[in-house]
């Protein structure tokens, strides 16, 4: 911000790791420098908290029950129904509430969130928000400043608009061009929305990209080990990032990113088994992301015993773990993940393996991943060592690391900082 003295509330909601991951790059101008979960605060309300929790356990049974065949399947797509992104084009008004809006709305009726939104309005300052939910307490509760919504997917459901989308004073912070185009669909004015990107930490970019630069260099390395990327683009690499080292800081390092939810376990005990060989000989090194969970990282612990070269990363709290998280990306040279909020990652230049999707806004995510050129889907786990050596000696994860490097925005805290200073007249 213009002044250290200028901060907003950040609130968002610690259900899955999407939303955290959002907030929490936005800590440095946080009030208090406190990120606010708005289904877990100090002082809130039994009921309020009981309506968060009820919706969090019903989400993350659902996300593990997909796992179960057939059943699982269809249970989801009936769940997914409700929150689904509908084809682009043709291009029509898609203004209309839905049965997810008119929920959320019945709640508020019944004071749903009015206790935080009070609270909150004590000290009158720029409220931002990752949750569309927390948006829509604080306009139908009255909220006395400036409401931001961050939208942290690349593309979205109607069910990110209020009720009276023509009419909220609602500002959105979208992320990609597909997000504001979808806004405008929905019937959010223009002067509401603002092309920001997504928030990714800075102390991965650096300032003017040092720190990316000098990461990607030790990347490409590892990436592109006979040269197959290099001798076609030696031009535009050297132009872009200056010499590359002979030799990597890091051996090759992939990083098995697992969601709040838990459900790609499983696939990351396939991986490590398959990979077991390598990693003995310190030819690749595997970072399993266990995040807050306990469980996870036990389970890990357990099923991958006697495995070289594993390392994983576990906080008790999600501030700890968010900046052992990227930490450890400075060194990783391929991110295997869901398409959720990861997605924006790639921008970071470091290609993404795509994992299974759960969810619409997932499908979406990977499509945007793959459309752009930031990464690939999975394949079978047990023929890792083919198709994941064979991308690699064929350079295609170096190209899309510098696909991520070129294309990337990578300044949207400060595209957000620079949007809440316009709108507040700080």
Known sequence: ????????????????????????????????????????????????????????????FISRFKNIPVFGDLIFSLYDRFQSIVNFYPKRDLSKAGFVEESIYSLLKHNWGKHLINKLSKNSIPLVTTFFNVAFMAEYFNYPCNIFCIVCDTDISRGWAPLDPKNTRIKYFAPTIRVAERLKLYGVKLENIHLTGYPLPEENIGLRDSIIKEDLKNRLVNLDPKKAYFKKYDSLVLHKLGEIPKKSNHPLTIMYSIGGAGAQVPMAIKVAKALKDRLKKGKVKLIFSAGTRKEVKDYFEKHTKGIDNIEIIYEKDFESYYNSFNKALRTTDLLWTKPSELSFYAMLAIPIIIAPEIGSQEKFNKRWIENSGFGISEQNPEYINDWLFDWIDRGFFAEMAMNGFIKGERNGIKNMKRNITRCSGY
């Open 1 to 60: 911000m213009a002044k250290t003295e200028n901060k907003v509330w950040v609130v968002s909601i610690d259900m899955g790791y999407g939303h955290q991951r959002t907030a929490y790059a936005l800590k440095g101008i946080a009030q208090n420098g406190e990120i606010i979960s708005a289904n877990n605060y100090k002082g809130i309300l039994k009921r309020d908290q009981k309506l968060w929790k009820q919706s969090r356990s019903f989400y993350e």
